[in-house]
């Protein structure tokens, strides 16, 4: 039986829930193109696949330059030879600078920034990878956004504004390049560990918050060919979390 070569590429892919896609697309057999702004985390992540009998290789990327996205981009289909599945996981709150606020104490830099990293970061990576994708016509794009981006969260109304973006912006890209054969997919998580440890989440119906398995193991079926009629769509993943208070 021949074995079709798959070709997954994740950004933000050395650490948390990129860490986990990389590593369950790996053991689903693609060969997996992890990217990430810290080469070190990327690099850590390839050594856990190439343990596992798995194919991977490492590549700095910051989604934040635009340069930097073209260039890895070229060098991963030059050494992959094809993407197959791109998942746009990079990104984050205010947070990762320690200025998390309500929004009257913010700054417009700050909230220029947040939404750069998740709006544009999304949109760079998935413009370079897209023409590739559309020539072969197929493909899958999963973007990682956020609960923020149904419910909002307090002291994140930029992140929240991010997110909602990215939930969008899946919605018409799937209508674009629907007739090309490639979908094009979200995922909402809740609040995921930063590790597999699993701790109790009082506001969740199941009474714990999710683990970066978890969120990879939706990717893995929306990367599959299970999932093939599925375009569009934005998976919420949070424990029941959105569902609000259990009543009365
Ligand atoms: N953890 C959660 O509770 C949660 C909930 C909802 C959504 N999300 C979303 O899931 C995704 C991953 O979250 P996480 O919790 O694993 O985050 P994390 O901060 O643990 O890991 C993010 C990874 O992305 C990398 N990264 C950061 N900035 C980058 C940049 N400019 N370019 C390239 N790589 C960059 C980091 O180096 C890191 O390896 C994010 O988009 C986040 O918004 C997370």
């Not at 018409?172 to 995921?192: F, K, Q, R």
């Amino acid at each position: 039986m021949k074995i079709e070569k798959k070709v997954a590429c994740i950004t933000g892919g050395g650490r948390g829930i990129g860490r986990a896609i990389s590593l369950r697309l790996a053991a689903a057999g693609m060969e997996v193109a992890v990217t990430d702004v810290s080469l070190e985390n990327a690099n850590k992540v390839v050594s856990e696949i190439l343990d596992a009998g798995g194919k991977a290789k490492g590549y700095q990327a910051d989604v934040l330059n635009s340069a930097e996205v073209k260039a890895v981009t070229a060098q991963v289909l030059q050494d992959f030879g094809q993407i197959d599945v791109l998942v746009n996981n990079a990104g984050g709150s205010a947070g990762l600078l320690n200025k998390l606020s309500n929004f009257k104490d913010t700054t417009e830099e700050i909230w220029s920034w947040v939404l750069d990293l998740n709006i544009n970061g999304t949109l760079r990576f998935t413009h370079a990878v897209l023409n590739q994708m559309v020539a072969r016509n197929t493909g899958k794009i999963i973007n990682i956004a956020s609960i923020a981006a149904e419910v909002g969260i307090v002291n994140r109304v930029d992140y929240s504004a991010a997110k909602g973006a990215v939930v969008s912006m899946s919605k018409a890209l799937a209508m674009e390049v629907g007739p090309h054969g490639i979908t094009v997919n979200c995922i909402s998580p809740g609040l995921i560990s930063r590790t597999e440890d699993i701790s109790p989440h009082p506001g969740t119906c199941l009474g714990r918050n999710g683990a970066p398995a978890e969120v990879a193991s939706l990717v893995a079926f929306l990367a599959s060919s299970e999932a093939d009629f599925i375009t569009g769509v934005n998976y919420t993943i949070d424990g029941g979390r959105t569902l609000g208070p259990k009543g009365a």
